[in-house]
Nanobody
């Protein structure tokens, strides 16, 4: 099992910055990709950014140029640096990882989320 705990959310004004962290614990030795998702009120959950075990990154078009995903493998932690925040960024942000199982399949794990509120 993998446990994920997000932190760093809060209230920020438009144009401000926050850095989210997600610390993984448990059976973490086979984790490969790490992800940030978000879910705004009344909206579907969407992928914000992801990063592979060797640092290759991808971003949603809506956050490209403003958000940066990174990871510290020694700390088993993934970060999301969020700059130039907008009210549309208001959402619960979820950390997720994939882990290779003994049979070779990959299993998805989720954190409980951290709330980011951007005031106008």
């Amino acid at each position: 099992q993998v446990q994920l705990v997000e932190s760093g959310g809060g209230l920020v004004q438009t144009g401000g910055s926050l850095r989210l962290s997600c610390a993984a614990s448990g059976s973490i030795f086979s984790i490969n990709a790490m992800y940030w998702y978000r879910q705004a009120p009344g909206k579907q959950r969407e992928l914000v950014a992801d990063i592979t075990s060797v640092g290759s990154t991808n971003y949603a078009d809506s956050v490209k140029g403003r958000f940066t995903i990174s990871r510290d493998n020694a700390k088993n932690t993934v970060y999301l640096q969020m700059n130039s925040l907008k009210p549309d960024d208001t959402a619960v942000y979820y950390c997720s990882v994939t882990r290779r199982e003994a049979d070779g399949d990959f299993m998805r794990y989720w954190g409980k989320g951290t709330l980011v509120t951007v005031s106008s």
